[in-house]
């Protein structure tokens, strides 16, 4: 009769269970859960609790909750009360940039140096009074973490050096951003986030669903050398969202992706696939799009590609040899052939010995969305020249990036407005790029002639 007349109370249950069960709570409910009643109140206040959110909102260290003499519960109140709204954004992008500083720092530091401090809420607030348009929320959120770079070379976002053509992007800094924001039509409501010196080449930010573009949408832009109208803008598309576009940029820095080469991040990617081995010789290949100078009217689609051959150490020293000749066969996404030989590679003659690695960068252009390129090395033995033999260079892909054509365009053919006519001239078996091809598309011509396939 006793036990039956007992009432069940939180105040009878022993404490762990309870504090089991409210570990499986979000912050929110373990929030909601303090306003029930005394006992849950002070259980909710479980310094461990609030110690998992810190480290999951928050990534927030041992050391730095010493520093701050807090409780994780305080701690979380702390970051709470400044970065709230940015709560599903923070950790996220708070680790990208950890990992990207330290490995940077070990690598090319006064990179680092030229990172800003986090901008204020009410400075990104007035920007976005000035332009009129609102911020993504994950813009916002990594501008208060560091609000850019300092205008320097190189820039963060990633280098690229081809014969006498140059390229290396700063994260701008918001101010600047602001100063740049389009109103034109054809790029209405697009934020600059990039921009490089030598080609004034920028990535941008349509903060805005309009003109065929998607809000948070990442892209250079790339005027339609076709259209009589000046509005008809094509896309390269970098990125969804500038979560997307920053976490996967820093992971292929850190994973090292992206090669870091005289203090610069390289935007080289390399297939791990793309390495083929010859006795004692290998050949890797790394390759890269270069956007500005490519276009989607006229189809013009420009790569370069970065190859090493490698000398193995435990070669002999009579395995020394010397390159020769180049032999490449291109294969285009048509199905398309074209073979190219020549003496040498961007005229060199390299001497490979037991260790010894030679590295070098050329280009290739052409007019489908994809090509793909194997060939081999003629070498001789520098002790016995008559022995003659070849190296194989492994196949491998290029493909143009995911593009969006102009709204303007799509407007036209409905309409029936005719463009220009364009003649491909790709099919051409030429060692080297026409200049003038590069002035037919309204482009600056490098002051010398880009090596084709060698």
């Given at each position: 009769m006793m036990a039956a007349a007992m009432v069940l109370s939180l105040d009878n249950l022993p404490s762990d269970p309870l504090l089991l069960i409210l570990s499986f709570l979000d912050f929110r409910d373990l929030m909601s859960c303090s306003f029930v009643n005394r006992r849950?109140?002070?259980?909710?206040?479980?310094?461990?609790?609030?110690?998992?959110?810190?480290?999951?909102?928050?990534?927030?260290?041992?050391?730095?909750?010493?520093?701050?003499?807090?409780?994780?519960?305080?701690?979380?109140?702390w970051?709470?009360?400044?970065?709230?709204?940015?709560?599903?954004?923070?950790?996220?992008?708070?680790?990208?940039?950890?990992?990207?500083?330290?490995?940077?720092?070990?690598?090319?530091?006064?990179?680092?140096?030229?990172?800003?401090?986090?901008?204020?809420?009410?400075?990104?607030?007035?920007?976005?009074?000035?332009?009129?348009?609102?911020?993504?929320?994950?813009?916002?959120?990594?501008y208060r973490i560091h609000n850019g770079q300092k205008l320097v070379v190189p820039g963060l976002m990633g280098s690229m050096a081809l014969s006498n053509h140059y390229r290396?992007?700063?994260?701008?800094?918001?101010?600047?951003?602001?100063?740049?924001?389009?109103?034109?039509?054809?790029?209405?409501?697009?934020?600059?986030?990039?921009?490089?010196?030598?080609?004034?080449?920028?990535?941008?930010?349509?903060?805005?669903?309009?003109?065929?573009?998607?809000?948070?949408?990442?892209?250079?832009?790339?005027?339609?050398?076709?259209?009589?109208?000046?509005?008809?803008?094509?896309?390269?598309?970098?990125?969804?969202?500038?979560?997307?576009?920053?976490t996967?940029?820093?992971?292929?820095?850190?994973?090292?992706?992206?090669?870091i080469i005289r203090d610069?991040?390289?935007?080289?990617?390399?297939?791990?696939?793309?390495?083929?081995?010859?006795?004692?010789?290998?050949?890797?290949v790394s390759t890269s799009f270069l956007p500005e100078l490519s276009s989607v009217h006229p189809p013009h689609f420009f790569f370069t590609y970065r190859i090493r051959i490698e000398m193995s150490k435990s070669a002999l020293p009579e395995s020394a040899c010397q390159l020769?000749?180049?032999?490449?066969?291109?294969?285009?996404?048509?199905?398309?052939?074209?073979?190219?030989?020549?003496?040498?590679?961007?005229g060199e003659f390299p001497v490979m010995t037991p260790g010894k690695v030679h590295e070098y960068a050329s280009c290739t252009t052409f007019s489908t969305t994809s090509e793909y390129m194997e060939g081999h090395y003629t070498f001789h033995r520098l002790s016995k020249k008559e022995e003659v033999f070849d190296v194989r260079i492994p196949r491998f892909h290029m493909v143009c990036p995911t593009f969006r054509e102009s709204v303007v365009r799509s407007q036209n053919a409905v309409?029936?407005?005719?463009?220009?006519?364009?003649?491909?001239?790709?099919?051409?078996?030429?060692d080297e790029y026409d200049e003038g091809e590069l002035r037919g598309m309204n482009m600056a011509a490098p002051a010398g002639r880009c090596p084709r396939h060698i």
């Open positions: 849950l109140n002070e259980l909710s206040g479980h310094n461990p609790l609030w110690k998992r959110h810190c480290l999951k909102y928050w990534p927030v260290t041992e050391s730095e909750k010493t520093q701050k003499g807090q409780t994780w519960k305080d701690l979380f109140r970051y709470y009360v400044d970065l709230g709204r940015y709560i599903d954004h923070y950790s996220t992008l708070k680790k990208a940039w950890d990992d990207l500083k330290a490995y940077l720092a070990q690598r090319c530091p006064r990179m680092i140096e030229s990172l800003k401090e986090g901008a204020k809420e009410e400075e990104l607030d007035a920007i976005e009074a000035q332009i009129g348009c609102k911020l993504p929320s994950d813009y916002r959120c990594s290396s992007e700063d994260l701008l800094d918001i101010e600047t951003a602001a100063g740049g924001f389009q109103q034109r039509k054809g790029m209405r409501q697009c934020l600059p986030l990039t921009f490089c010196f030598h080609t004034g080449l920028s990535q941008y930010l349509a903060l805005e669903s309009t003109e065929g573009r998607t809000r948070s949408e990442i892209f250079y832009h790339c005027p339609d050398q076709m259209a009589q109208d000046p509005s008809a803008i094509d896309m390269f598309i970098t990125g969804s969202s500038f979560t997307e576009w920053f996967s940029y820093v992971h292929n820095v850190v994973t090292g992706e992206y090669p610069q991040i390289f935007r080289y990617v390399h297939d791990k696939q793309c390495v083929a081995t010859t006795g004692d010789i290998t050949v890797s020769d000749s180049r032999y490449w066969k291109i294969t285009n996404a048509n199905g398309n052939v074209e073979e190219v030989r020549g003496p040498g590679v961007v309409n029936n407005v005719s463009v220009a006519p364009f003649h491909d001239d790709n099919s051409s078996d030429t």
